[in-house]
């Protein structure tokens, strides 16, 4: 059953500007991922963040997690034309054997 | 080298055909697996094989099997083909105790 619920389901902006992007999770989680999906390719893992751990940073991203209204912001700031992808959180399955993604939020960044 | 691959990347076919799709990875992982993506970007997890042995298996339909030869291949084997099947799978790979995932490049499949 999905897991993550990202929101919102798309967004448009322009270069320079910071994207938000949040998710919404249903059960304990030992930690949350998001992934980068560009057009017609594969999913490439951004950051992992640790149920232990409140905020998290990997060059212009900044991922934050609050386990208590399960969920986790992703924060890209100074957003450029490359940014342009499909953006997901995932979390493990309650037997930590497999990612569950959320729907994605589709990012347009347009110069 | 890339680190998870699969063939094809396209693959159109008529209703009631078999196929298989291939995957293998470079990175030492001991855990691969199959991932569906529909038309509307979701991801569902299909198989998950670690050191050659299923450990989920989500409700698909048994015309999906998937083959480990070895550790480092996980085939995708769908008889009977369904207009409903066309979709995007990926295959991917992670290490056991770091779920950090490693993805392939997608397999789009068409039936026809």
């Known amino acids: 059953s999905q897991q993550g619920e990202e929101d919102p389901q798309a967004l448009s902006i322009q270069e320079g500007e910071n994207a938000t992007m949040n998710c919404s999770y249903k059960?304990?989680?030992?930690?949350l991922q998001w992934y980068r999906q560009n057009s017609g390719r594969g999913l490439v893992h951004l950051i992992l963040?640790?149920?232990?751990?409140r905020e998290k940073h990997s060059g212009r991203l900044r991922v934050t997690l609050d386990t208590s209204k399960k969920s986790s912001s992703l924060l890209i700031t100074a957003s450029r034309a490359a940014d342009t992808a499909s953006y997901f959180c995932a979390t493990d399955d309650q037997a930590g054997t497999a990612l569950i993604f959320g729907k994605g939020t589709t990012l347009s960044v347009s110069s | 080298d890339t680190a998870v691959s699969q063939t094809p990347k396209y693959l159109v076919t008529q209703m009631g055909n078999d196929k298989s799709i291939k995957c293998e990875q470079n990175l030492g992982h001991d855990t691969m697996y199959w991932y569906k993506q529909d038309s509307k970007k979701f991801l569902k997890i299909m198989f998950s094989?670690?050191?050659?042995?299923?450990?989920i298996n989500e409700t698909v339909p048994n015309r999906f099997s998937p083959k480990s030869p070895d550790k480092a291949h996980l085939n995708l084997h769908i008889n009977s083909l369904e207009l409903g099947d066309s979709a995007v799978y990926f295959c991917?790979?992670?290490?056991?105790?770091?779920?950090?995932?490693?993805f392939g490049q997608g397999t789009r499949l068409t039936v026809v």
């Open positions: 094989y670690n050191n050659k042995e299923l450990i």
């Open positions: 991917a790979s992670s290490q056991v105790g770091n779920t950090e995932a490693f």
């Open positions: 963040i640790r149920s232990n751990e």
């Open positions: 059960t304990s989680i030992n930690n």
